[in-house]
């Protein structure tokens, strides 16, 4: 697994990783060659070359040299920049639509009333939230198409929940995001999603917490569809 460099990219470069991924680089390797990008792009195949380079040396991409050009696959910090550049788009042109997630509801791994539970997290979570929630958290994992349209959270402001610590360590930030959810045919409108500045779930992994246990409120199991509402 690629991971970035911090090697900053530009508009330019970011043009390019859109038509890398348009050609297949996302799905596995794209057969491309320099002549045939600046041909799309109008600028000469050194430009081209310079700018897959510069791709290349932020780990955006990885590519390999073949007789009839470059086999190039997108990776995942440079499907992060592209979803990136999906939710300024959407910020744009969806303004005032809920963003739609749905997934099963799963079992999590028994941290999350830890964390909630946690004094330096529970007076911001009643004085930003404006309720004391559950201790614990719904997890829910997104289907395929939830797992890309969870980007879009990256366009909505959300409430920050400050890092803090104590005697023993030091406890990073979290982001809130108003919504409300739904099973079968049950509304619960008084929800936030939250994430972890620095988290180890993937982007298919949704924490959900409320004033009340969702799942007694809701009836729901583990494996229960569940759909989540996060207001723009």
């Known amino acids: 697994m690629a991971e970035s460099t911090g090697v900053a990219v530009g508009a330019d470069e970011r043009e390019v990783l859109k038509l890398l991924a348009l050609d297949g680089a996302l799905a596995g390797r794209a057969r491309v060659t320099c002549s045939e990008l600046g041909d799309r792009l109008s600028v000469s195949t050194q430009t081209v070359s310079r700018r897959l380079q510069r791709l290349e040396d932020a780990t955006l991409i990885e590519r390999r040299i073949v007789s009839d050009g470059q086999l190039v696959e997108t990776t995942e910090s440079g499907e992060r920049v592209l979803r990136g550049e999906y939710a300024d788009y ?70 920050r929940i400050d890092g803090w610590e104590n005697d023993d360590r030091t406890y990073g930030p979290a982001f809130c995001w108003s919504a409300s959810v739904e099973a079968d045919g049950q509304m619960y409108e008084s929800a936030h999603v939250i994430a972890p500045e620095r988290t180890h ?20 199991d583990d494996g229960d569809t569940l759909t989540t509402y996060v207001e723009k």
Not at 117 to 134: A, C, D, V
Not at 203 to 219: G, H, N, T, Y
């Open 201 to 220: 779930h993937a982007d298919d992994q949704l924490e959900v917490i409320a004033p009340d246990k969702l799942r007694d409120v809701l009836s729901i």
């Open 90 to 159: 959407r910020r744009l042109f969806e303004h005032g639509q809920e963003i739609e997630l749905t997934g099963a509801v799963t079992g999590g791994m028994g941290e999350g009333s830890h964390y909630i539970s946690l004094p330096g997290y529970m007076r911001q979570f009643e004085s930003k939230l404006g309720y004391t929630p559950f201790a614990g958290t719904l997890n829910v994992e997104l289907d395929d198409e939830s797992a890309h349209t969870r980007a879009g959270l990256e366009s909505i402001e959300p409430i």
